[in-house]
């Protein structure tokens, strides 16, 4: 016992010393910070630190990232940082809290924008008691690169007049080439001009006076320069000198540029035009070419049409047009062709062939074509095609199980309806739809199957059943489709119902279902539907919705909400349909109404509608060529198909003006009629040329009335065969997966990307090892370890960020979008309608990263609410409010948004609709989506939106982001609906939205506020 005491003394005197005390004899624990520099710019003399980032070019900017420690025994907590002096410094801090014996980034970055010497102080404030405030004095210098190109043999250069740098090389006979051209390259600068590259561009043979940006990589360039390399580094006043001249391959005119890429901010491209012509005949476009019949039926036969052009300066004379021997007896001739073909300069002929495949698999075989065309004498055109098995019936049964409410015991049921639908081929022919099981309360009354029954492909049976109970209570019976489906053969029906004593109210549809056919893709029609109360007690509708699984290509017309039903009476509303596919497109349409007081599903309306018309498909949607060695290529051959019903032209396929040099487009470009069904391939190599990430995109215009410029994402990564590093993958989720997100914040260390409009994301060049991916969409968070392997791309699939935001909502007289936050199972903390601590009190607002403010909203916003608001904001935070409680965002950020009426005056913008003349505002107003993130996740770029015109905006900031726009004075302009404002690069986000999100009739509702939520 004596012994444990003496050790007890012993242990408690170590721990006094190893504390802190304060005058009381308690413990105290304090955070201490430390800052770091792993580039080794940041110095410190005495107490004095000082970031120098040297000479940095106008117009670009320089990044340097320290590491703020905390060597302490608490939490560090970090004010934003600050800076004074000179704006073109900046800085953003990662974290703001930081726990012990952890670390967070700050990105110092400087930018200048004109020449001279730029300083400033950073001044980081924190809860560090030895160093509560620390200065950071920032220098740093901008220079100057100016580019210079001159035609030395006309003594032009682009400074003096950028626009008549030109070379006419005059006509040229074939195989001869043109007189050589002196040009020179200068830096006129007084700081190093890296010139990053430089290539010939020429038009597409299908358009020979293109514009400069419909220029492309030719497959043999025809303009020549020497030397062949001029990008480099070229220090102040150097110049370098070199020569170019035409050698055509072919015949006919040829018009093209030398395009020099280099790092002037001011001229960062600058072009000679250059144009020749060739004196020969020539064939469009050169072989070998190539015919794709695509998968035909077996015993079918598909024609299709290639198109040759005369396109030199020379008749063209066409001596042998013929299948080859080894080539396929399934192929052959719709119209055989007259030999000799001569086609003058600017003729076309028309080649007709066929494709009846006999069984299933790949044909292939050519057509063998001699011209006199110098550059292609002999050439050939590849046919193929591919025999399939023959089309199905599939057919689609909805609902699979039918409720048929409440009935009165005795008495019978109007009449509900489950829909078969063929999505199919072929005829599916139906055999029986019989009851295997339970009472017979339960009858069909229409169509009779006793003979069977077809449905035609892209059509839609409805089977109308009533129920007669005989028993109070619940009954279900059991019924069974038979059909020609081969994964389905058999399909079961559930009818279920209750019987009662008395007689409920009784919400009948008309029409029920709602089907409306085939609709041309680009174009929408209309349907009005008719609800009757048929019981004897009044109905209390309180919803009106689509479900869950509803296409979003259907929408809901103006129906008030709540309504009531008196026996007999009726209501109407529209229901529009706009197909943006070729596809059967359904949806159930929910009409609620009150049981006690619970909603009830009075009635189920099945809608379904299918698109018509040409539609652009492509594979893959998206290249990734992973990485490439510089001076290496890659070729991705990407799939044009015509997935629609009729004819697709297609105009063009290019690559954007944005794309990266090192992407180009290899062969000849499939542009032209495309039947349905038919696909053709155009390939575009990557052959990267320095160090860094390449991003371009394949454009395909045509006449698909959705999408009449698809564009194909390429993507790809150019490194030093040494570099050892990886790719990673992934695509980015809301918690419980509801929604994709785009545009989130995804970052391995201080490599970072964002991710698509679909939640897709690719981190290129990862370093080796274990690495952790950080996701971030506004306060939601999530790491995910992942081990990258050289040179592999590693997919780390779906990642959900978790509900780790804290998120505050102030209740409201008219919104309540915490019931949406409910639906969404994301945790809140609920202020009553009274209560305004949470922005009156600063230290209350800083316990949470998102604050919801609903219409109707208490409004004390005294001097205190609106700084307390606008530091939190400063502060990384974010907030959401919604009509009448404009005044929280206007007042907060004054120059966001200009509001209808009297800035100055506290709601002078509420019923700014009703000022200006509008009536009826509780009807949906059809919006535009011009948010592309939002396009993708609704699938529709128009949404209707009811109670837009209380609370108006006339128009947006330079920094507000505007989501959703409408006509809504009903004046043919387009004025902000919501908008979101970022008062700078460190700051969080206010959203507003001029009508109350909840209980519109918009099913797509809910997405759009997940959408903002995740981005606040």
């Known amino acids: 016992m004596r012994n444990f005491l003496i050790l007890s003394l012993i242990s408690a005197l170590l721990m006094v010393y190893a504390c802190n005390c304060d005058d009381t004899g308690l413990t105290t624990l304090f955070p201490k910070s430390e800052i770091k520099d792993p580039s080794g710019n940041l110095k410190k003399n005495g107490d004095v630190y000082e970031l120098d ?17 905390n060597n302490g025994e608490s939490e560090l907590i970090i004010e934003n940082p600050v800076i004074t002096g000179s704006t073109e410094f900046s800085a953003k801090l990662q974290d703001s809290k930081i726990n012990p014996n952890k670390k967070t980034t700050l990105q110092v970055t400087y930018s200048p924008q004109n020449k001279g010497a730029d300083t400033a102080n950073l001044i980081i404030n924190s809860n560090d008691k030895e160093k509560k405030s620390v200065t950071i004095n920032l220098k740093g210098k901008g220079v100057l690169a100016d580019i210079e190109v001159c035609l030395t043999d006309e003594n032009k250069c682009n400074a003096d007049k950028p626009d008549v740098l030109s070379i006419d090389f005059g006509q040229i006979t074939y195989g001869q080439e043109s007189k050589k051209y002196g040009f020179s390259v200068s830096n006129k600068g007084d700081y ?110 598909k024609e299709m049409t290639f198109e040759i052009t005369s396109c030199g300066s020379e008749k063209l004379v066409i001596s042998k047009m013929e299948y080859s021997t080894t080539t396929s007896d399934e192929f052959g001739w719709t119209e055989t062709p007259v030999l000799p073909i001569e086609l003058n300069p600017g003729s076309k002929y028309t080649l007709k062939v066929k494709y009846t495949p006999k069984d299933v698999g ?45 009935v009165v015991q005795g008495k019978t049921s109007p009449e509900k309806v489950v829909m078969l639908t063929n999505t199919g081929e072929l005829d599916c022919n139906i055999s029986s739809f019989v009851k295997i099981q339970g ?77 409306f056919g085939l609709v041309a893709l680009g174009t929408s029609k209309v349907v009005s539907v008719t609800l009757k109360n048929t019981g004897n007690q009044n ?67 099945p809608v379904s509608g299918g698109g018509t018309g040409p539609k652009v498909c492509v594979n893959p949607k998206k290249v990734e060529y992973g990485i490439v060695n510089i001076g290496a290529q890659s070729d991705q051959s990407i799939e044009v198909i015509n997935c629609g019903t009729a004819d697709l032209e297609v105009t063009s396929i290019k690559l954007s003006a944005q794309s990266s040099p090192d992407f180009s487009i290899q062969g000849a470009v499939p542009t032209g009629k495309y039947a349905a069904g038919e696909k053709k391939t155009v390939t575009v190599r990557y052959k990267p040329m320095e160090e860094g990430e390449d991003k371009g995109k394949l454009d395909i215009a045509s006449t698909d009335a959705i999408d009449p410029v698809y564009s194909v994402v390429l993507h790809g990564y150019g490194a030093d065969p040494n570099t050892q590093c990886g790719n990673v993958t992934g695509r980015v989720c809301s918690p419980g997966q509801e929604i994709w997100i785009g545009g989130a914040e995804v970052c391995v260390g201080s490599k970072c990307t964002i991710s698509d409009p679909d939640g897709y994301f690719t981190l290129s060049c990862v370093p080796v090892g274990n690495q952790t991916v950080h996701i971030a969409a506004g306060s939601f968070t999530t790491d995910v370890p992942v081990v990258v392997k050289n040179r592999e791309t590693t997919d780390i699939g779906a990642q959900c960020v978790k509900s780790n935001a804290k998120i505050a909502v102030m209740q409201g007289q008219w919104d309540a979008m915490e019931s949406i936050l409910d639906d969404l199972k994301l945790p809140y903390t609920l202020y009553p309608q009274d209560d305004d601590r949470v922005v009156s009190n600063y230290n209350e607002l800083n316990k949470y990263d998102i604050l919801i403010i609903n219409c109707g909203a208490i409004e004390n916003l005294d001097s205190t609410a609106i700084t307390n608001l606008r530091n939190w904001v400063a502060a990384g935070n974010s907030f959401m409010t919604s009509d ?56 529709i770029n128009q949404v209707g939106i009811a109670s837009i015109c209380w609370t108006t905006m006339d128009s947006a900031g330079s920094n507000t982001v505007i989501h959703i726009e409408g006509d809504v004075y009903n004046d ?38 997940f959408y903002l939520i995740f981005q606040m």
Not at 217 to 222: D, K, L, Q, R
Not at 583 to 605: D, H, M, N, Q
Not at 1001 to 1009: D, L, S, V
Request: hydrophobic residues 30%; glycine residues 8%.
């Open 53 to 69: 980032f040297g000479e940095v070019l106008v117009g670009s900017l320089k990044m340097i990232e320290l590491e703020i420690y």
């Open 192 to 301: 190093k001009l890296n010139i990053i590259s430089s290539r010939i561009i020429q038009c597409p043979f299908d358009k020979p006076d293109c514009k400069i940006e419909e220029m492309e990589t030719p497959t043999y360039a025809e303009f020549i320069y020497e030397p062949s390399e001029i990008a480099g580094e070229y220090e102040g006043g150097k110049t370098n000198s070199f020569q170019i001249y035409y050698k055509p391959v072919n015949g006919g005119n040829d018009k093209g540029a030398l395009e020099i890429v280099s790092e002037d901010p001011d001229e960062p491209k600058v072009y000679i035009m250059l144009k020749g012509g060739c004196i020969a005949p020539r064939i469009c476009p050169q072989p070998p070419y190539s015919i794709d019949f695509g998968s035909v039926v077996v015993g079918q036969t």
């Open 362 to 406: 790949e044909d292939n075989g050519r057509i063998e074509v001699n011209t006199n065309d110098p550059q292609s004498p002999n050439g050939y055109i590849t046919v193929r095609g591919n025999g399939k098995e023959g089309p199905s019936c599939t057919l689609v049964v909805d609902p699979v199980e039918l409720d048929m409410g409440s």
């Open 439 to 515: 009472p017979d309360s339960f009858k069909m009354t229409r169509p009779d199957f006793s003979s069977g029954a077809t449905v035609k492909p892209g059509q839609s049976l409805n089977v109308y059943f009533t129920y007669t109970p005989s028993v109070i209570g619940t009954e279900q019976s059991r019924w069974r489709i038979t059909s020609n489906d081969k994964v389905h053969p058999n399909q079961d029906v559930v009818l279920k119902g209750e019987g009662v004593k008395t007689q409920p109210c009784i919400i009948e549809a008309t029409p029920n279902p709602i089907q």
């Open 539 to 605: 109905c209390f509708i309180s919803g009106l919705k689509f479900d869950s699984t509803s296409s979003p290509a259907f929408t809901l017309g103006n129906f008030p909400i709540p309504k009531t039903l008196m026996p007999n009476a009726t209501a109407k509303f529209d229901v529009t349909f706009k197909p943006r596919d070729i596809k059967t497109e359904t949806g159930k349409i929910l009409v609620e109404i009150l049981s006690g007081f619970l909603p009830k599903t009075a009635a189920t309306i």
């Open 884 to 939: 009448y409680s404009y005044d929280y965002f206007e007042k907060v950020f004054p120059n966001a948004v200009d509001f209808y009426g009297d800035d100055n005056s506290s709601g002078a913008a509420q019923s700014g609709g009703s000022a200006r003349g509008m009536t009826g505002c509780t009807a949906p107003l059809t919006c535009n989506v011009i948010d592309q993130n939002l396009v993708a996740l609704l699938g």
């Open 972 to 1009: 043919k302009s387009m004025r902000p609906v919501i908008v979101s404002y970022k008062d700078s690069a460190n700051s969080g986000k206010a959203v507003f939205a001029s009508f109350h999100l909840k209980d519109q009739n918009a099913q797509n509702m809910e997405k759009i506020f």
